[in-house]
């Protein structure tokens, strides 16, 4: 049975997979959603030619859902189910995540999963993220932060090293993994990596965005605890020198 890990270009992914490779258990194919009308990452806001780079040096074929930019909940698992379903066609029959620890996000996966009998595996569920930020810096993952939820951490934490340093300077309220959408990274260098992305810094945007419904705006609120949609978010491109 070939096995897919869920790839969002960032440390926790990297993390994941990091843990895989070292129980022999590498996957066959990498997975992640991309916004079909800007060409990126989806949340992380990264270039689709970054995704591919890291990718090609891990040496693991890569699979990409495009997904509009105002995607609501009901087409999101469709495409989602169809993607899989073909996948599935091909003899892959597990997936595997990189949540750490949103029950209602882990049995929404397994639940989405089970309809099309496949299985899932989460690899780092259950640390506590001051405990899994250090063993994901102290395993030589590096990764930059490349957005943030501007309602908790502000430009300045754009473009920044996810280090012990920024660890530091984070509010008290914010998750040191960004697990309930405070911040995402990109990884450019890892252990299980053929070698390093060099890249600059560019421009800092800010973007805003709404639910596209009532019922995603609930599901989203119900997903990182809070009673108000984040409109705000902070990004920065990063490019290849």
């Not at 189910?81 to 997936?95: A, R």
């Not at 750490?100 to 639940?111: G, N, P, S, T």
């Not at 639910?211 to 920065?236: A, L, M, R």
Request: net charge neutral.
């Amino acid at each position: 049975m070939k096995t897919i890990l869920s790839w969002s270009s960032g440390k926790d992914a990297a993390y994941t997979l990091h843990q895989l490779i070292k129980n022999e258990q590498k996957p066959d194919l990498l997975l992640t959603t991309v916004n079909k009308d800007f060409n990126r990452v989806s949340m992380h806001g990264l270039h689709i030619y970054l995704l591919k780079k890291q990718a090609e040096i891990l040496g693991i074929p890569l699979h990409q859902i495009p997904l509009a930019k105002d995607v609501d909940m009901v087409t999101y698992n469709k495409i989602m189910q169809e993607h899989l379903e073909y996948l599935k066609q091909q003899g892959y029959g597990k997936v595997y995540f990189g949540d750490i620890f949103l029950e209602d996000l882990k049995d929404y996966r397994i639940k989405q999963m089970q309809k099309i009998e496949m299985q899932t595996g989460f690899p780092i569920w259950g640390h506590t993220t001051k405990e899994l930020a250090s063993k994901i810096i102290q395993s030589g993952i590096k990764a930059v932060v490349v957005s943030t939820n501007a309602k908790v951490l502000d430009e300045s934490f754009v473009g920044r090293i996810y280090n012990e340093n920024f660890l530091n300077d984070l509010p008290e309220d914010v998750d040191w993994c960004g697990e309930n959408g405070e911040f995402h990274t990109f990884v450019y260098d890892s252990p299980d990596f053929s070698h390093p992305i060099t890249f600059r810094l560019g421009e800092k945007t800010f973007k805003t965005y709404k639910p596209c419904s009532k019922k995603d705006q609930n599901h989203y609120n119900k997903k990182v605890k809070n009673t108000n949609w984040d409109t705000g978010f902070w990004y920065i491109d990063i490019l290849i020198s």
